[in-house]
Protein backbone atom coordinates (compact mmCIF):
# COMPACT_ATOMS: atom_id res chain seq x y z
CA UNK A 1 0.00 0.00 0.00
CA UNK A 2 0.94 3.48 -1.05
CA UNK A 3 2.17 5.89 2.47
CA UNK A 4 -0.28 8.51 2.86
CA UNK A 5 0.10 12.21 2.29
CA UNK A 6 -0.43 13.92 5.24
CA UNK A 7 -1.55 17.15 2.58
CA UNK A 8 -4.50 15.25 0.67
CA UNK A 9 -5.95 15.19 4.14
CA UNK A 10 -6.00 18.69 4.63
CA UNK A 11 -6.97 18.98 1.10
CA UNK A 12 -9.94 16.95 0.99
CA UNK A 13 -11.06 18.42 4.71
CA UNK A 14 -11.12 21.98 3.36
CA UNK A 15 -12.88 21.00 -0.08
CA UNK A 16 -15.56 19.33 2.03
CA UNK A 17 -15.85 22.41 4.42
CA UNK A 18 -15.88 24.79 1.12
CA UNK A 19 -18.48 22.52 -1.00
CA UNK A 20 -20.51 22.46 2.23
CA UNK A 21 -20.14 26.33 2.40
CA UNK A 22 -21.29 27.30 -0.92
CA UNK A 23 -24.09 24.67 -1.89
CA UNK A 24 -24.86 23.36 1.94
CA UNK A 25 -24.54 19.69 1.11
CA UNK A 26 -21.27 17.16 1.29
CA UNK A 27 -20.07 16.87 -1.90
CA UNK A 28 -19.77 13.42 -3.70
CA UNK A 29 -16.59 11.91 -4.53
CA UNK A 30 -16.51 12.53 -8.19
CA UNK A 31 -16.93 16.21 -6.89
CA UNK A 32 -14.13 15.60 -4.31
CA UNK A 33 -12.34 14.60 -7.60
CA UNK A 34 -13.08 17.80 -9.09
CA UNK A 35 -11.78 19.98 -6.32
CA UNK A 36 -9.41 18.59 -5.51
CA UNK A 37 -7.60 16.63 -8.39
CA UNK A 38 -6.91 13.47 -6.28
CA UNK A 39 -7.77 10.67 -8.19
CA UNK A 40 -11.28 8.83 -7.38
CA UNK A 41 -9.73 5.79 -5.84
CA UNK A 42 -7.19 7.72 -3.79
CA UNK A 43 -10.45 9.73 -2.47
CA UNK A 44 -12.21 6.95 -1.63
CA UNK A 45 -9.01 5.08 0.32
CA UNK A 46 -8.90 8.54 2.50
CA UNK A 47 -12.42 9.20 3.01
CA UNK A 48 -12.53 5.56 4.48
CA UNK A 49 -9.25 5.79 6.46
CA UNK A 50 -10.50 9.35 8.03
CA UNK A 51 -13.57 7.90 8.82
CA UNK A 52 -12.01 5.08 10.83
CA UNK A 53 -8.85 7.63 12.72
CA UNK A 54 -12.25 10.33 13.71
CA UNK A 55 -11.00 12.41 11.29
CA UNK A 56 -14.32 13.11 9.77
CA UNK A 57 -17.80 10.99 9.84
CA UNK A 58 -17.88 9.25 6.79
CA UNK A 59 -21.42 7.38 5.59
CA UNK A 60 -21.51 7.29 1.97
CA UNK A 61 -22.84 9.42 -0.61
CA UNK A 62 -22.87 13.02 0.45
CA UNK A 63 -23.12 11.85 3.91
CA UNK A 64 -19.89 13.42 4.87
CA UNK A 65 -18.69 15.59 8.12
CA UNK A 66 -15.81 16.98 9.25
CA UNK A 67 -14.75 18.83 12.79
CA UNK A 68 -16.10 21.80 11.31
CA UNK A 69 -19.22 20.84 10.39
CA UNK A 70 -19.93 19.12 13.70
CA UNK A 71 -18.66 22.24 15.27
CA UNK A 72 -21.00 24.57 13.44
CA UNK A 73 -24.15 21.76 13.93
CA UNK A 74 -23.80 21.72 17.82
CA UNK A 75 -23.74 25.95 17.64
CA UNK A 76 -26.94 26.29 15.64
CA UNK A 77 -30.23 24.98 15.54
CA UNK A 78 -32.06 23.92 12.72
CA UNK A 79 -35.52 25.94 12.13
CA UNK A 80 -38.48 25.34 9.83
CA UNK A 81 -40.00 28.39 8.00
CA UNK A 82 -43.41 28.66 7.90
CA UNK A 83 -45.45 29.53 4.90
CA UNK A 84 -48.89 29.91 4.01
CA UNK A 85 -51.30 28.07 7.12
CA UNK A 86 -53.69 25.72 6.33
CA UNK A 87 -56.52 26.07 7.68
CA UNK A 88 -57.54 23.21 10.03
CA UNK A 89 -53.84 21.93 9.78
CA UNK A 90 -51.38 22.11 13.39
CA UNK A 91 -48.92 24.98 12.82
CA UNK A 92 -45.78 23.04 12.21
CA UNK A 93 -47.69 20.79 9.51
CA UNK A 94 -45.60 19.36 7.07
CA UNK A 95 -47.70 21.13 4.58
CA UNK A 96 -47.21 24.61 6.34
CA UNK A 97 -43.32 23.91 6.30
CA UNK A 98 -41.22 25.61 3.51
CA UNK A 99 -38.00 24.97 4.30
CA UNK A 100 -35.49 24.51 7.50
CA UNK A 101 -32.82 26.66 7.70
CA UNK A 102 -30.02 26.87 10.86
CA UNK A 103 -29.54 29.65 13.08
CA UNK A 104 -27.11 30.23 15.03
CA UNK A 105 -27.59 30.08 19.00
CA UNK A 106 -25.70 33.41 19.86
CA UNK A 107 -28.71 34.77 18.08
CA UNK A 108 -31.55 33.23 18.91
CA UNK A 109 -30.89 32.17 22.40
CA UNK A 110 -31.57 28.12 23.44
CA UNK A 111 -35.43 26.78 23.20
CA UNK A 112 -37.34 25.83 20.38
CA UNK A 113 -38.05 28.19 17.51
CA UNK A 114 -39.71 28.39 14.36
CA UNK A 115 -40.01 31.09 11.67
CA UNK A 116 -43.08 32.53 9.98
CA UNK A 117 -43.14 34.63 6.84
CA UNK A 118 -45.30 37.67 8.06
CA UNK A 119 -48.42 37.79 5.06
CA UNK A 120 -49.94 41.77 5.08
CA UNK A 121 -49.17 45.15 6.90
CA UNK A 122 -50.89 45.05 10.27
CA UNK A 123 -47.25 44.98 11.77
CA UNK A 124 -45.68 47.49 10.24
CA UNK A 125 -44.79 50.06 13.43
CA UNK A 126 -43.78 47.06 15.12
CA UNK A 127 -41.01 47.05 11.72
CA UNK A 128 -42.77 43.50 10.52
CA UNK A 129 -43.25 43.83 6.59
CA UNK A 130 -44.71 41.91 4.48
CA UNK A 131 -42.74 39.05 3.48
CA UNK A 132 -39.94 39.51 6.57
CA UNK A 133 -39.52 36.24 8.19
CA UNK A 134 -40.05 36.64 11.84
CA UNK A 135 -37.82 34.79 14.21
CA UNK A 136 -40.65 32.69 17.05
CA UNK A 137 -39.56 30.70 20.33
CA UNK A 138 -42.45 28.44 21.07
CA UNK A 139 -44.26 28.74 24.35
CA UNK A 140 -47.68 28.92 25.44
CA UNK A 141 -47.49 32.15 27.75
CA UNK A 142 -46.97 35.67 27.25
CA UNK A 143 -46.53 38.67 28.88
CA UNK A 144 -48.97 41.63 28.09
CA UNK A 145 -47.16 43.48 25.01
CA UNK A 146 -45.45 41.15 23.91
CA UNK A 147 -45.90 40.45 19.95
CA UNK A 148 -47.77 36.98 19.61
CA UNK A 149 -48.77 34.02 17.27
CA UNK A 150 -51.97 33.40 18.17
CA UNK A 151 -54.18 30.80 17.17
CA UNK A 152 -57.75 31.33 17.14
CA UNK A 153 -60.36 28.38 17.34
CA UNK A 154 -57.69 25.69 16.05
CA UNK A 155 -57.83 28.00 12.59
CA UNK A 156 -56.63 31.09 12.10
CA UNK A 157 -53.42 32.11 13.09
CA UNK A 158 -52.09 36.13 13.18
CA UNK A 159 -49.69 37.48 14.62
CA UNK A 160 -50.23 40.82 16.91
CA UNK A 161 -49.36 42.36 20.60
CA UNK A 162 -51.33 40.24 23.10
CA UNK A 163 -53.26 42.34 25.71
CA UNK A 164 -55.56 40.23 28.03
CA UNK A 165 -58.39 42.11 29.77
CA UNK A 166 -60.78 41.27 32.52
CA UNK A 167 -64.04 39.34 31.81
CA UNK A 168 -62.23 36.94 29.86
CA UNK A 169 -61.41 39.02 27.06
CA UNK A 170 -58.04 39.15 25.09
CA UNK A 171 -57.17 41.99 22.75
CA UNK A 172 -55.24 41.26 19.65
CA UNK A 173 -53.49 44.11 18.83
CA UNK A 174 -52.02 45.66 15.10
CA UNK A 175 -49.23 47.78 14.47
CA UNK A 176 -51.17 49.89 12.15
CA UNK A 177 -53.54 52.72 12.86
CA UNK A 178 -55.66 51.24 9.36
CA UNK A 179 -56.48 47.89 10.95
CA UNK A 180 -59.14 47.36 13.82
CA UNK A 181 -57.71 45.52 16.96
CA UNK A 182 -59.15 42.17 17.60
CA UNK A 183 -61.55 41.07 20.71
CA UNK A 184 -61.28 37.69 21.49
CA UNK A 185 -64.29 36.69 24.06
CA UNK A 186 -62.96 33.95 25.52
CA UNK A 187 -66.02 32.40 26.98
CA UNK A 188 -66.71 31.67 23.07
CA UNK A 189 -63.85 31.26 21.50
CA UNK A 190 -60.47 29.07 22.01
CA UNK A 191 -56.94 31.13 21.73
CA UNK A 192 -53.91 29.32 22.01
CA UNK A 193 -50.14 30.78 22.02
CA UNK A 194 -48.09 29.64 19.77
CA UNK A 195 -45.25 31.39 20.46
CA UNK A 196 -43.87 34.96 21.23
CA UNK A 197 -41.85 36.83 18.39
CA UNK A 198 -38.06 37.69 19.58
CA UNK A 199 -36.51 38.66 15.75
CA UNK A 200 -37.27 40.18 12.59
CA UNK A 201 -35.39 38.70 9.28
CA UNK A 202 -35.80 41.31 6.42
CA UNK A 203 -34.41 42.35 3.16
CA UNK A 204 -32.45 45.74 3.28
CA UNK A 205 -33.14 46.69 -0.22
Do not use: W
Request: contains cysteine; charged residues 25%.
Amino acid sequence: MKPLKTEYFTMLEEAINRHRAETGVAPTIMELVGLTNIPQATVSRYLRYMNAHGMIEYAGHRKIQTKADRKTRESTLSVPIIGSIACGAPLLAEENIEEYVRLPETLVGKGDFFILRAHGESMIKAGINDGDLVIIRQQDVAEPGQIIVALVDDENATLKRYYPRRNSRVELVPENDDFDVQTIDLSAHHLAIQGVAVKVIKNVE
